[in-house]
């Protein structure tokens, strides 16, 4: 053989070996972004499926929770505020089967049921396969369905970490708690009331009804009632609205209470002028609240609310009604059918 047929063949057999080895990637559906936009930019391929790193688990993924923060990743200033490059598969709420797992994994098996919120610099959830660390996943909570588990994470997790962790809500006291009738506000109002406190909830006309059947002693419909009016002196105020619901609401708390705003920079000034304090916050994952959350679930003193399923491919679709900012509770993807 010439040297010239030679280097030819060694090149045609690295090829074919290399094309051998992506063959046998296992491929899995997913949606990708990979330029900044509106919904429309969300595209549903097939694509390789992760392999889970020495501290991480491959979860099959059966549900993926939809949250207004997904919708804002794709836009370039916030996609870069939270540390999201593309391209990337959204989705920071998943609720699977782990189907395999790194060197590094005590707590989880093959088969195990979990549910997890994935820190947003890594996302992945809008995905067949998905991986995550054991300190994003806990236990699925086994009275939920993985539509409703999935709806769980972010939201729960936010709602504790603002009014257990951060605002230290105490039996006895008053809570008022802004956009009862979402995502947040629909822990929160029962984690509030598992807490044994007070709370008063704002949400506009069509969901008082909601706000009274998950435990509000008091239901505001803030499209005819200034919030102002009815809540006075609370200990602590939880803010998911932002803008002047934010600025109205620091005139509520009572001398020493707390105001804990997940979507802004508290403003220290209206902190002093009213002799209280305050937060913003921002969720971390953590697996010993998660499984917190999971024992109230299963003890029926937390209700999950899903008010609308759609499949992957309709992730769009999805993205648009968590974006209107007036969700019912939770929107959450089919990914796959429910186990057997
Ligand atoms: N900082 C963090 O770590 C963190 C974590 C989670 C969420 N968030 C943010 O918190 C916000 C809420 O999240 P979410 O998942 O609960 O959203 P969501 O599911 O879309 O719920 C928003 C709720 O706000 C209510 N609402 C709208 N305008 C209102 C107003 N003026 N007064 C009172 N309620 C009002 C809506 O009720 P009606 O339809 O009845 O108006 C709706 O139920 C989002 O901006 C999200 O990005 C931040």
Redesign the pocket.
Known sequence: MKLSQFVFASIVGILSIVANAQSSTPKMKAIIVDEYGGPDVLKLEEVPRPEPKDDQILVRVIAAGV???DA?ARSEKYAKFFGIVLPFVPGYDIAGIVEKTGANIKKFKTGDSVYAYIGLGEGGGYAEYAVVTEVEAAPKPKSLNYIEAAAVP??AL?AW?ALIDTAKLSAGQTVLI?????????FAIQIAKARGAKVIA??????QDLLKKLGADVAID??KTR?EDVAKDVDVVLD???K??LARSYGVVKEGGFIVT??AQIDQAELDKHKIRGA????EPNPDELAKIGRLIDEKKIKVIVSQTFPLSEAMKAQEQ?A???????IVLKVADEPK
């Not at 802004?178 to 629909?186: A, D, R, Y």
């Open positions: 949250n207004p923060v804002a972010v939201v936010t970490q802004h956009g009862g009738s979402g995502g947040v506000g629909t704002t949400a506009s006309t069509a969901n803030y499209t919030f998911s609205v932002g002047d619901t997940l979507v913003s916050l921002s969720v968590v209107t900012g007036h969700t019912r509770g939770k």
